[in-house]
Structures are given as C-alpha cells and as structure tokens.
Nanobody, 122 residues
Framework: QVRLVESGGGLVQAGGSLRLSCAASGVSNYAMGWFRQAPGKEREFVAAISWSGASTGYADSVKGRFTISRDNTKKTMYLQMNSLKPDDTAVYYC?????????????????WGQGTQVTVSS
C-alpha cells in the first residue's frame, strides 16, 4: 500500500522560511512532486524531481525561492521554501508518479498525500 505523509507546514511571516518533508512508503522507482491548492483555486504545480534527483523543475512563481530535493535512502522528499509571500499560502501536497523521469503535470501523478497547510502572514 502506497503512503505519502507530508509534514513541516505551519504559520510564518512574509520573508520567512519553511521546510516541508514527504515520507513515502510502499512505492519504488518513482518521480515526485509538490503541488499546492489555495482556497477557491485549482491545485497547481510547484516543483518536481526525478527518481535520481538529477532533474528538477519549478513553477515560475517559486523559481529562485523554493528548492526541491530527495533522499532515496530515507524515502523522503523535501521542499525548502525561502522568501515566502502571502500568495504562497495554500495546502501543499506531495505526489508520486510511477517511473523515473521528471513529471510536472497533475495528470501524471498516481499517488497523493493528505496535504499540509502553509500560511504566510503579511
């Protein structure tokens, strides 16, 4: 059974930082990604990483501020979020896609976590 569990969300002031983690179990040889959904908006792509970690991709809105990484020995993916803005407020979801290549489309992902709330105050 595949399980993805996010952690690290919380309340932070604008300009601050947070580090999200996603622990995976029951899945192997998978690409991973982070998505987010703000109230009243559709879920959107944030960042993605290939199985090896050699390839990464980011939404334009977070490029230069967020960094995605993974440690396959720990089966954990991370999202380091710096220079946070109120517009980054959302529920952040971890996702896994079968296969090794980088994936940026929601439709490519097979498994999802329950989400973790990130709130950035102005």
């Amino acid at each position: 059974q595949v399980r993805l569990v996010e952690s690290g969300g919380g309340l932070v002031q604008a300009g601050g930082s947070l580090r999200l983690s996603c622990a995976a179990s029951g899945v192997s040889n998978y690409a991973m990604g982070w998505f987010r959904q703000a109230p009243g908006k559709e879920r959107e792509f944030v960042a993605a990483i290939s199985w090896s970690g050699a390839s990464t991709g980011y939404a334009d809105s977070v490029k230069g501020r967020f960094t995605i990484s993974r440690d396959n020995t720990k089966k954990t993916m991370y999202l380091q979020m710096n220079s946070l803005k109120p517009d980054d407020t959302a529920v952040y979801y971890c996702a896994a896609a079968t296969g090794l290549r980088l994936r940026t489309s929601i439709a490519d992902y097979d498994y999802w976590g329950q989400g973790t709330q990130v709130t950035v105050s102005s």
